[in-house]
Nanobody, 130 residues
Framework: QVQLVESGGGVVQPGGSLRLSCAAS????????IGWFRQAPGKEREGISC????????YYTDSVKGRFTISRDNAKRTVYLQMNSLKPEDTAIYYC???????????????????????WGQGTPVTVSS
């Protein structure tokens, strides 16, 4: 059974940095893409970045491109999201997610999971405030 556990959130001032972790278990690592998503208060969940585990290819939405970096540690079965130059509008609950049938990440992967995935973890909260 797919299990993803997020950690690393916190409170940070604008311009600061955080690194989120997503520990994965219960599925064939190389056959899946993993994405990071976030949901701000009163807003819909959005996908922001993903990584294809088989080859390390990455994808970012415009809202985080150049500020966030996604990476993976195959041995630890963990995906990271390094977030730099944080802004107040980055405040949200951050989730990682994957789904069977999506070995490659991209905009379609992020949009489809954000819209249709039913089972989400608890997420990790990020607050950017002075």
């Amino acid at each position: 059974q797919v299990q993803l556990v997020e950690s690393g959130g916190g409170v940070v001032q604008p311009g600061g940095s955080l690194r989120l972790s997503c520990a994965a278990s219960g599925f064939a690592w190389d056959l899946y893409a993993i994405g990071w998503f976030r949901q701000a208060p009163g807003k819909e969940r959005e996908g922001i970045s993903c990584i294809t585990n088989s080859n390390g290819n990455t994808y970012y939405t415009d809202s985080v491109k150049g500020r966030f970096t996604i990476s993976r540690d195959n041995a630890k079965r963990t995906v990271y999201l390094q977030m730099n130059s944080l802004k107040p509008e980055d405040t949200a609950i951050y989730y990682c997610a994957t789904d069977h049938g999506f070995p490659v990440c991209g905009s379609y992967f992020l949009q489809t999971l954000a819209r249709n995935l039913e089972d989400w973890g608890q997420g990790t909260p990020v607050t950017v405030s002075s």
